[in-house]
């Protein structure tokens, strides 16, 4: 188990850009399949993207493909999600997750979780 603690949350106007950060603590990140999540008012956690512990996979959700990319850099412990031509419907909270299994990640049963970033489209 690692702590996550995620940053880089803002409101934006439609088609604007945004990246958010994930920073992990302990070394142990370097062998974590890394997942980000979303979560808006009222409605279930819904899954956005996962990327395996060497970034040489990544899977994404249909809503968020071609314009989210994920990626990490495991010499800094960070995780992060690049969002492009942003959608009033991308307004959630969005978290970070790890696990060792990122089949695990993916289904949102990761053991480490971060506190979540508002992220905010304006149309």
């Known amino acids: 188990q690692v702590q996550l603690v995620e940053s880089g949350g803002r409101s934006v106007q439609a088609g604007g850009s945004l990246r958010l950060s994930c920073e992990a603590s302990g070394r142990a990140f370097s062998t974590y399949a890394m997942g980000w999540f979303r979560q808006a008012p009222g409605k279930e956690r819904e899954f956005v993207a996962a990327i395996s512990w060497n970034g040489g996979n990544a899977i994404y959700d249909d809503s968020v493909k071609g314009r989210f990319t994920i990626s990490r850099d495991n010499d800094k412990n960070t995780v992060y999600l690049q969002m492009n031509n942003l959608k009033p419907e991308d307004t959630a909270v969005y978290l970070c997750?790890?696990?060792?299994?990122?089949?695990?990640?993916?289904?949102?049963?990761?053991?480490?979780w971060g506190q979540g970033t508002q992220v905010t489209v304006s149309s």
């Open positions: 997750a790890g696990d060792g299994a990122i089949d695990l990640v993916a289904v949102g049963l990761a053991g480490s």
